[in-house]
C-alpha cells in the first residue's frame, strides 16, 4: 500500500490552502502494483532502464524488426551453431547465398570472376566400346578410337568417330587410317598404328566404325568421362 508522508507543517492559524499545499507537496512511496492504475499508461521516460538478468523474458519481446540499425549486434557467443536454410537468403541472383542442390552440386552461376582455381580427378577412367554401336554420353568427356594395322603385310584401313544429338549419329569429327607396306620396321613399312580424339557432349551420341581397306585391321575405342 503507497504511503503519503507530509513535507511541511500546518500552522497554527491555518486555513484551507494552507492544507492544500500541505497535500500538493506531498511524498508518496511505497506504491505496489495494485496502486498503479491498469490503464495508467505511464511514459516510458519515467521508467529505468532494466540491466538485472533474468528480469525480461524472451516470450515477452516483439517488434524485432523495428530494433535500430545502432542498437548493437548480439554476440557470437549467443548465436545458434547452424542457421536453418529456411531462414537464409538463398538465390543466384545479386546479393543472395548460394545453396547445393539435392545432388550437393553448386548449382548455375556466373563464374567470370573466379580466380585461382584447381581443380582435381575432373578426368574419369577410360571406358571401352564396341565398334559400330552408338552410345549416349552420360557426361561430357571424349571418344577415343585406335586403329592397328600391325599384323600382316598389306594391311590396311581406316576408322571414323561420329558425334551429334542424333541417336543415330552421323557428324563425322575424327578420322584416322594406318597401313603396313613391309614386314620389317624400316622407313617404308607405313604407318602400323594411328588414332583419333574427339570431344563429346553431354547427352549426345558417338560411335566408331572402322572401314577395312586389306587385310585384317583391328580397331579399339574408349570413352574418357570428364568430371566423373
Not at 50 to 60: F, L, N, P, R, Y
Request: proline share 4%.
Amino acid at each position: 500500500m503507497a504511503t503519503v508522508t507530509h513535507t511541511t507543517a500546518l500552522p497554527d492559524s491555518s486555513e484551507k490552502t494552507d492544507f492544500y499545499s500541505l497535500v500538493d507537496n506531498a511524498q508518496v512511496s511505497g506504491i505496489v502494483n495494485n496502486d498503479v492504475a491498469s490503464n495508467a499508461a505511464i511514459a516510458g521516460s519515467k521508467l529505468a532502464t532494466i540491466t538485472t538478468a533474468g528480469k525480461v523474458d524472451g516470450s515477452s519481446i516483439n517488434n524485432l524488426a523495428n530494433v535500430p540499425s545502432g542498437a548493437g549486434r548480439l554476440p557470437s557467443a549467443n548465436l545458434p551453431s547452424t542457421i536453418p536454410v529456411a531462414n537464409i537468403d538463398t538465390g543466384t541472383s545479386a546479393d543472395k547465398i548460394v545453396k547445393l542442390d539435392g545432388s550437393a552440386r553448386i548449382p548455375a552461376v556466373n563464374g567470370s570472376l573466379i580466380t585461382n582455381l584447381t581443380i582435381s580427378g575432373i578426368v574419369g577412367s577410360a571406358v571401352s566400346k564396341s565398334e559400330n554401336t552408338a552410345y549416349q554420353a552420360a557426361t561430357d568427356g571424349f571418344f577415343v578410337g585406335i586403329i592397328d594395322c600391325s599384323g600382316a603385310t598389306g594391311t590396311s584401313g581406316e576408322i571414323n568417330g561420329y558425334t551429334d544429338a542424333n541417336a543415330s549419329p552421323s557428324t563425322l569429327m575424327g578420322v584416322a587410317s594406318a597401313w603396313r607396306v613391309d614386314s620389317t620396321f624400316s622407313g617404308s613399312s607405313g604407318t602400323r598404328k594411328n588414332s583419333f580424339c574427339i570431344p563429346v557432349k553431354k547427352d549426345d551420341y558417338y560411335k566408331g566404325v572402322l572401314t577395312t581397306g586389306a587385310g585384317s585391321p583391328t580397331a579399339t575405342y574408349y570413352f574418357i568421362p570428364l568430371g566423373a
